[in-house]
C-alpha cells in the first residue's frame, strides 16, 4: 500500500477520534445549554451584591419565536420582584427588526441595562445600538450558537444564573468587529464610489445587505470563503432539531470545493496573494463543541485575530485541518513543514480581500451573501457588555 494512501488513512482515523470528542462534548453541551431552569424554592440570592447596587431598571429585548420564551419572560419578571426590583420592560423583535430599533426605544425609555435574550443575531442586532452609548448590555442566551456568551462565560444553562450576572455582575469593554461588503458578485454596480475608511455604524433596523457599503457588526467572528459557505447552507429546520452540528453537516457539500484565490491586504501593508479555502477575522475564538478556533484572540486588544485555513490532498487535508484544530484549542501547535491542512494567525485591525468571482460572506453565522471585495475593522473597546468577570482595565 502507497505511503500517502496509508497516510491518508491515519489521518482520516485520527479526524474520526476527533469528531468523536466533539460530538460527545455536544451531546452534553446541548441536554443543558437549551434547558429553562426554573427558580428552586427558597434558593439563595446574592443578597449582598444586590443591596449594594443601585437598583437598575432592566429592559429586555426578545426573540418571541425562540422555544420558551414565555417561560424566559416569567422567570425574569419573577426574579426582578424577588429582588425587589422594577419590573423590566420587554421589547419583542420582529422579522423586519431582529432587535436594534428595539435597543434604541428601551435607551430612549430610560433602562439601566439592556438585555439581550435570544440568539446570535438578537446578540448582534442589539449590541449595533449599544455601541457608543456606555450602557451596558446584558446577556441571556437561547439560541442554538450563544457565541459571544460561550466566550464571556455567561451561563448557558441556566436563565435564573445568566440573570445573576446580569444583576451582579462587572461591566467590561470589548471591542467590536465590523465587516462590509465592498462589492457583490451578483450586485457589482452597487460599488460605491468613495467610502471613508471609517463610517459611522448604521442604523438599519433590518441588517439586510442590500447596498454594498453598509457596514454589519460581529462580536466573534466574521469570515470569507468555506465557513460561510457552510452558513449560508444550513438547513433552518435541522439547526432547531440539531443545533450547530447543521453548520457541520452542510460543510461536507463544500469538502471538495476549489480553493479560493484571493487578494489579502492587512492595515498599510502591501497586498498579498494567496490560495486558501477561508479567511476569518475574529475577536474571540471559542465555538460549541469545545472548539476554540482562534486560541490567540483577545477580547479587547484592539486587534483582531487573522486566521487563513487551507487543505490539499482531500479528506487527508481536511483530516489534518481538524487535528490541527483540535490540538490548537488544547494549547499545542504543530509547526511541522510541509503540512497539507493548516491554520496561519496574524493580527491586525483592519484586513481587505478580494476574491475574483466571489465568496460567500459572513458575520457571527448570519450569511450576507457572495463578496467579490469584503473589508473587516475592528472598534477597540466600544461595547460594555455585563459579565462574571473581572472588569477590562480603564
Same mark, same amino acid.
Given at each position: 500500500?502507497?505511503?500517502?494512501?496509508?497516510?491518508?488513512?491515519?489521518?482520516?482515523?485520527?479526524?474520526? +477520534?476527533?469528531?468523536?470528542?466533539?460530538?460527545?462534548?455536544?451531546?452534553?453541551?446541548?441536554?443543558?445549554? &437549551?434547558?429553562?431552569?426554573?427558580?428552586?424554592?427558597?434558593?439563595?440570592?446574592?443578597?449582598? &451584591?444586590?443591596?449594594?447596587?443601585?437598583?437598575?431598571?432592566?429592559?429586555?429585548?426578545?426573540?418571541?419565536?425562540?422555544?420558551?420564551?414565555?417561560?424566559?419572560?416569567?422567570?425574569?419578571?419573577?426574579?426582578?420582584?424577588?429582588?425587589?426590583?422594577?419590573?423590566?420592560?420587554?421589547?419583542?423583535?420582529?422579522?423586519?427588526?431582529?432587535?436594534?430599533?428595539?435597543? @434604541?426605544? $428601551? #435607551?430612549?425609555?430610560?433602562?439601566?441595562?439592556?438585555?439581550?435574550?435570544?440568539?446570535?443575531?438578537?446578540?448582534?442586532?442589539?449590541?449595533?445600538?449599544?455601541?457608543?452609548? !456606555?450602557?451596558?448590555?446584558? #446577556?441571556?442566551?437561547?439560541?442554538?450558537?450563544?457565541?459571544?456568551?460561550?466566550?464571556?462565560?455567561?451561563?448557558?444553562?441556566?436563565?435564573?444564573? $445568566?440573570?445573576?450576572?446580569?444583576?451582579?455582575?462587572?461591566?467590561?469593554?470589548?471591542?467590536?468587529?465590523?465587516?462590509?461588503? #465592498?462589492?457583490?458578485?451578483?450586485?457589482?454596480?452597487?460599488?460605491?464610489?468613495?467610502?471613508?475608511?471609517?463610517?459611522?455604524?448604521?442604523?438599519?433596523? +433590518?441588517?439586510?445587505?442590500?447596498?454594498?457599503?453598509?457596514?454589519?457588526?460581529?462580536?466573534?467572528?466574521?469570515?470569507?470563503?468555506?465557513?460561510?459557505?457552510?452558513?449560508?447552507?444550513?438547513?433552518?429546520?435541522?439547526? $432547531?432539531?440539531? !443545533?450547530?452540528?447543521?453548520?457541520?453537516?452542510?460543510?461536507?457539500? @463544500?469538502? @471538495?470545493? &476549489?480553493?479560493?484565490?484571493?487578494?489579502?491586504?492587512?492595515?498599510?501593508?502591501?497586498?498579498?496573494?494567496?490560495?486558501?479555502?477561508?479567511?476569518?477575522?475574529?475577536?474571540?475564538?471559542?465555538?460549541?463543541?469545545?472548539?476554540?478556533?482562534?486560541?490567540?484572540?483577545?477580547?479587547?486588544? !484592539?486587534?483582531?485575530?487573522? +486566521?487563513?485555513?487551507?487543505?490539499?490532498?482531500?479528506?487527508?487535508?481536511?483530516?489534518?485541518?481538524?487535528?490541527?484544530?483540535?490540538?490548537? !484549542?488544547?494549547?499545542? &501547535?504543530?509547526?511541522?513543514?510541509?503540512?497539507?491542512?493548516?491554520?496561519? @494567525?496574524?493580527?491586525?485591525?483592519?484586513?481587505?480581500?478580494?476574491?475574483?468571482?466571489?465568496?460567500?460572506?459572513?458575520?457571527?453565522?448570519?450569511?450576507?451573501?457572495?463578496?467579490?471585495?469584503?473589508?473587516?475593522?475592528?472598534?477597540?473597546?466600544?461595547?460594555?457588555?455585563?459579565? +462574571?468577570?473581572?472588569?477590562?482595565?480603564?
Amino acid at each position: 500500500m502507497p505511503p500517502e494512501v496509508v497516510l491518508g488513512i491515519v489521518a482520516l482515523l485520527l479526524a474520526l +477520534a476527533a469528531l468523536g470528542l466533539v460530538f460527545v462534548v455536544w451531546r452534553i453541551d446541548t441536554r443543558t445549554s &437549551r434547558t429553562v431552569v426554573e427558580p428552586e424554592a427558597g434558593a439563595e440570592r446574592p443578597a449582598a &451584591r444586590r443591596d449594594a447596587m443601585r437598583r437598575p431598571q432592566l429592559a429586555v429585548v426578545i426573540n418571541p419565536s425562540k422555544e420558551g420564551a414565555d417561560t424566559l419572560r416569567e422567570l425574569v419578571l419573577r426574579v426582578c420582584a424577588e429582588a425587589a426590583l422594577p419590573e423590566p420592560r420587554f421589547f419583542e423583535t420582529t422579522v423586519e427588526d431582529p432587535g436594534t430599533g428595539q435597543a @434604541h426605544e $428601551a #435607551l430612549d425609555w430610560g433602562a439601566d441595562v439592556v438585555v439581550a435574550a435570544g440568539g446570535d443575531g438578537t446578540v448582534r442586532a442589539v449590541a449595533e445600538a449599544m455601541v457608543g452609548t !456606555g450602557k451596558p448590555m446584558g #446577556l441571556i442566551p437561547a439560541g442554538t450558537g450563544n457565541l459571544l456568551a460561550r466566550n464571556l462565560d455567561i451561563p448557558l444553562t441556566s436563565v435564573r444564573e $445568566a440573570l445573576a450576572v446580569v444583576l451582579g455582575g462587572e461591566d467590561r469593554r470589548i471591542d467590536v468587529g465590523w465587516a462590509r461588503v #465592498l462589492e457583490y458578485a451578483d450586485r457589482p454596480e452597487e460599488r460605491p464610489d468613495s467610502i471613508p475608511d471609517v463610517p459611522p455604524p448604521p442604523r438599519d433596523a +433590518a441588517g439586510e445587505p442590500e447596498v454594498a457599503g453598509a457596514a454589519h457588526i460581529f462580536l466573534v467572528i466574521a469570515g470569507l470563503g468555506f465557513d460561510a459557505a457552510m452558513v449560508a447552507d444550513a438547513d433552518d429546520q435541522l439547526k $432547531a432539531r440539531v !443545533g450547530w452540528v447543521a453548520y457541520f453537516l452542510a460543510g461536507v457539500r @463544500h469538502l @471538495h470545493s &476549489r480553493r479560493m484565490r484571493a487578494q489579502i491586504t492587512l492595515d498599510d501593508q502591501p497586498p498579498v496573494e494567496a490560495r486558501l479555502r477561508t479567511l476569518m477575522a475574529g475577536n474571540c475564538g471559542r465555538l460549541p463543541g469545545g472548539i476554540t478556533l482562534l486560541p490567540d484572540a483577545v477580547i479587547d486588544d !484592539g486587534e483582531l485575530d487573522i +486566521a487563513a485555513v487551507d487543505t490539499r490532498g482531500g479528506l487527508a487535508g481536511w483530516a489534518q485541518l481538524l487535528g490541527e484544530v483540535v490540538i490548537q !484549542g488544547a494549547g499545542m &501547535r504543530n509547526d511541522l513543514p510541509g503540512k497539507i491542512g493548516r491554520i496561519d @494567525h496574524v493580527r491586525a485591525k483592519r484586513v481587505r480581500v478580494v476574491v475574483p468571482g466571489g465568496e460567500q460572506a459572513q458575520v457571527d453565522g448570519d450569511p450576507l451573501g457572495r463578496a467579490v471585495e469584503l473589508e473587516m475593522w475592528v472598534e477597540q473597546r466600544s461595547l460594555v457588555v455585563r459579565t +462574571a468577570g473581572l472588569p477590562a482595565t480603564a
